[in-house]
């Protein structure tokens, strides 16, 4: 059984590589962002225009409204994604470099315990 992965600022175990944070990379992050805010004006622009065009003798409003329920959406979804996509890198970082692919699991049920 090898040993869980120390906490951040603390040497690791001989044979394994220190690990100092498990945040994604600080471009890893603005890539997800990115991808956050195009999702959005991509909704945004397909649900004012699907409105539009389907809505002729409504105006602007509605179609606005619907635009941007359409980018809350858009936007809504791909975070999500974002979110699952940076923690599995935060959980395969952890397993390269303890080897152990319980390690991030074994790390975060010792700091329940301890609190």
């Known amino acids: 059984m090898t040993?869980?992965?120390?906490?951040?600022?603390?040497?690791?175990a001989?044979?394994?590589?220190?690990?100092?944070?498990?945040?994604?990379?600080?471009?890893a992050?603005?890539?997800?962002?990115?991808?956050i805010v195009v999702a959005g004006v991509c909704g945004g622009l397909i649900g004012y225009n699907v409105a539009r065009l389907?809505?002729?003798d409504e105006g602007d409003l509605l179609p606005g409204l619907i635009g941007l329920a359409g980018a809350a959406f858009a936007a809504g979804g791909v975070?999500?994604?974002?979110?699952?996509?940076?923690?599995?890198m935060?959980?395969?970082k952890t397993i390269v470099a303890t080897g152990d692919p319980?390690?991030?699991?074994?790390?975060?049920?010792?700091?329940?315990?301890?609190?």
Not at 102 to 111: E, F
């Open 54 to 56: 389907a809505l002729t």
């Open 29 to 35: 992050r603005a890539l997800a962002m990115v991808a």
């Open 79 to 88: 975070a999500v994604v974002s979110v699952l996509v940076l923690r599995a």
């Open 102 to 115: 319980a390690a991030a699991r074994k790390a975060q049920l010792d700091a329940r315990r301890k609190s």
């Open 3 to 12: 040993d869980p992965a120390p906490p951040p600022g603390q040497a690791a």
């Open 14 to 27: 001989p044979g394994h590589a220190p690990i100092d944070s498990a945040l994604p990379s600080t471009g």
């Open 90 to 92: 935060g959980e395969w």
